[in-house]
């Protein structure tokens, strides 16, 4: 067994390299090998494209490099706008549906090449243009059809709580609310493929326990990400209690990812696998 194989045995939690925060100072088809060069054999992104539905050959180098640093995508976001200039998403969006169904094509297509099964749907916040109801139909709608797409590979749709500090016009910054869309979406699928995507730095922001989150909101779980709060460091460097958001999954029984998503500039990136409770009383 080598000692990454011993690493990842040892750790209890199936940690990914967020590519885009981690290494998003460096080209999209450098980061794997970064992240890979750092000890992880797993990664996630956000949409790493500035179109869309990017030229076939951006595809092809992004999933190129992939292949090359030898590590294994398990999550990819949906395009989710100009985030740069505040964009959440575009799902509950009305009239965009022609973008967002094109943008799924691309994105099935890197599942089906990099066997990644988890498609994080960006909700997207509110628009002035549109009632709230008309949003919010909109955003079951293409939740439910995302979700349809996604079970004819075996796949999941997760839908992530934000924080109402970094993204004020964002509409879903309480899991509760976030947990009951999943749950109507899953009522309307094919599959009940639908799934929360768990955020610890965002629940803490907003006040909410993430461990009790993981305990209240298990069957719902599909994914999980890790970052500090304050400051959304790497875990260990704020105040939320990681120690006991690892024993929650544990308790509960989570078989996910977790990815960390934290921001390297608050805290140094740790090579191998960085142990989320190291620095917690």
């Known amino acids: 067994m080598t000692e990454r194989e011993q690493a990842n045995h040892a750790h209890p939690l199936r940690l990914s390299a967020n590519l885009s925060m981690l290494f998003g100072d460096v080209p999209v088809a450098d980061r794997p090998a970064k992240a890979a060069a750092a000890g992880f054999d797993r990664v ?17 180098g992004f999933c190129r490099s992939l292949d090359r640093a030898g590590v294994q995508l398990v999550s990819l976001n949906l395009d989710g706008g100009d985030t740069a200039a505040g964009d959440r998403g575009l799902l509950c969006i009305p009239g965009l549906g ?18 990644c099964r988890i498609v994080n749907a ?7 243009r549109f009632g709230a109801d008309e949003q919010a139909r909109t955003g ?16 999941i749709v997760v839908l ?9 016009r964002f509409p879903l910054t309480d899991i509760a609310v976030t947990a009951e869309i999943v749950r109507r979406a899953n009522d309307l ?60 999954l544990t308790d509960v029984g989570y078989r996910g990812f977790v990815g960390l998503e934290y921001d390297p500039a608050a805290g140094p990136i740790e090579t191998e696998h960085p142990t989320p409770a190291r620095g917690i009383a």
């Open 160 to 168: 992530e709580t934000l924080n109402s500090v970094d993204s004020p």
């Open 189 to 248: 699928s094919r599959a009940g493929n639908v799934r929360l995507l768990l955020d610890t730095y965002h629940l803490a922001t907003m006040g909410t326990d993430p461990a009790a989150a993981v305990h209240e909101f298990a069957p719902l779980i599909g994914h999980v990400q890790f970052a500090d709060h304050p400051g959304r460091g790497r875990p260990g460097t704020g105040a939320v209690n990681f120690a006991a958001v690892e024993r929650a």
């Open 140 to 155: 079951l709608r293409r939740l439910v059809r995302v979700a349809d797409r996604m079970s004819g590979i075996g796949g």
């Open 98 to 115: 022609a973008r967002v169904a094109d943008n799924l094509d691309s994105v099935l297509g890197i599942l089906e090449r990099t066997g």
């Open 44 to 60: 996630e992104s956000w949409w790493p494209f500035a179109a869309p539905v990017p030229d076939r050959t951006v595809v092809d």
């Open 122 to 128: 960006l909700y997207g916040n509110r628009d002035p």
